[in-house]
Structure formats: C-alpha cells, structure tokens
C-alpha cells in the first residue's frame, strides 16, 4: 500500500504507455471513417449500459455492485461527454474522501496508542 491514489492515477494516464498508444491509433482510424464511428458509438453506449445495468442489479447483493458501475460510467465517459464529466467528478469526491479518512486514521492513531497503557480505576 506504499502506492498513492493519485500516483496511480498519473501512472495510468501516461500518454507514453503502449496501451494507450494502441488505443490512439486505433481511435484514429475509427475517426478517419464515419460509418465505423456511428457503429462504434453505438456499441459502446450499449456496453457501458449494460455494465452499469448490471452493476445496479448488484448493489444490493454483497459484492463490488457499485464499482461495477462505476467501470460501466467509464466506458461510457469514453465515448460521451456528459458521462466523463460524471466520472471525473467521482474522482474528485473518491480522492477527497480518500484523502479525508487516510487523515482521520493517522490523526486517532496516536490518540489511540496514548491510552493503551493506562488503567480505568472508578
């Protein structure tokens, strides 16, 4: 757990990974052809609510039902708009309440540890 939140954030958005430069090339020549492009709009939209439809039939059983729909908002936030931004928003609150608890637990820790050795005599 020596790993950051936002370092591997920064670490997966390199633009220099060859992943992600498959993706571009790829991405371009779904670009170069507009037929393709409605096509792959579609069926991206399709997949990224499927996912998030089944991530909502999840989130009452135990299990990881809302991070499948938070995968599902990615996929479409590739494609949409209107889903990124939903999905970047998400990221801000996550490393904020990240942030927040990591802060929490570090500040009741010495507390913590400053009353173990004492006795309660009433």
Do not use: Q
Request: net charge positive; charged share 20%; proline share 7%.
């Amino acid at each position: 757990m020596g790993v950051s939140i936002p370092e591997e954030i920064d670490s997966g958005s390199n633009p220099g990974h060859p992943v992600r430069r498959l993706l571009r090339r790829c991405r371009a020549w779904v670009e170069l052809h507009p037929r393709v492009r409605w096509v792959y709009r579609v069926l991206v939209g399709l997949f990224g609510a499927g996912i998030v439809g089944i991530g909502l039939i999840l989130v009452p059983l135990p299990g990881p039902g809302w991070l499948i729909v938070f995968l599902g908002l990615a996929v479409l936030g590739t494609e949409f708009p209107a889903a990124h931004r939903v999905g970047a928003f998400l990221k801000r609150i996550l490393t904020r309440l990240w942030a927040w608890w990591r802060n929490r637990g570090a500040a009741a820790r010495p507390a913590g540890r400053a009353t173990r050795g004492t006795t309660s005599t009433d």
